[in-house]
């Protein structure tokens, strides 16, 4: 089963949205997928409830980590893991347990790119991290290209020692799928495709060896 968690201290940065669109892109490429809430606000457990309207859209397992314990059902292929905003110090050992994979959303705003610098200096010296047991890796989220705040966080992201894989832009379609339970693959595809192909070098990276252990 691979594991990917999607984890930075920071709140409102996209941890949800990542989580819950890579979630329904392994489960649209016939994946069975659970998606694990960390997060004691619940929003992926909300979105699957909002999910539970449609029928013919692949089902996603949900499973309430804040107050149990993680089991997927069995012969699950992929456990997105959602985690809460605050996790500091030896919680980010805790957290990394099981976890092959992680993608850390950065929005562009000099108060997310001090908690960003912050947050990965305690990264990096987590064990499990340091000893490369767990893959990092970071996507620029809610973009607004030819900002200058864009390319000051392209430049801080490219001194880092991490790859940074793509950005996602600003796009009221994350909106749309975060209230619909929809992934945003899973939305009229001439709506979403300037979006869709953001996601490329996400879905490549978590393809291949450089995201294993
Ligand atoms: N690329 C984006 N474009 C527009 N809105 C976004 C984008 N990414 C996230 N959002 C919105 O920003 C808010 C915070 O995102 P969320 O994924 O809930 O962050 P987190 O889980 O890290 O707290 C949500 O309302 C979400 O719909
Ligand atoms: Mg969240």
Redesign the pocket.
């Known amino acids: 089963m691979r594991t990917i968690m999607l984890m930075?201290a920071k709140?409102?940065?996209?941890?949800?949205?990542l989580a819950t669109n890579i979630a329904t892109w392994f489960a649209d490429d016939g994946a069975k997928v659970a998606l694990a809430d960390f997060d004691p606000q619940g929003?992926s457990l909300d979105w699957l409830i909002a999910r539970q309207d449609y029928t013919g859209i692949p089902e996603i397992e949900g499973i309430n980590a804040h107050q149990g314990p993680v089991k997927p059902a069995r012969g699950t292929d992929f456990l997105i893991m959602d985690a809460p905003?605050g996790t500091h110090g030896a919680a980010i050992n805790s957290m990394l347990k099981q976890v092959e994979t992680l993608i850390l959303?950065v929005l562009p705003s000099p108060i997310d790119m001090r908690a960003c610098r912050r947050f990965l200096d305690e990264l990096l010296h987590s064990g499990k991290v340091s000893k490369h047991q767990t893959k990092i890796a970071i996507v620029a989220?809610?973009v607004r290209e030819n900002t200058l705040i864009y390319r000051q966080l392209t430049e801080f992201l490219g001194d880092l020692d991490i790859p940074f894989l793509t950005h996602?832009?600003?796009?009221q379609n994350?909106?749309r799928a975060?209230e619909s339970g929809l992934g945003l693959f899973e939305l009229a595809p001439s709506m979403v495709a300037q979006d869709v192909v953001q996601w490329d070098p996400i879905v490549d990276w978590l393809n291949s060896a450089d995201s294993r252990p």
């Open positions: 930075n709140g409102g940065c996209g941890k949800t949205t929003s905003a959303p989220n809610r996602l832009r600003e796009s994350y909106i975060a």
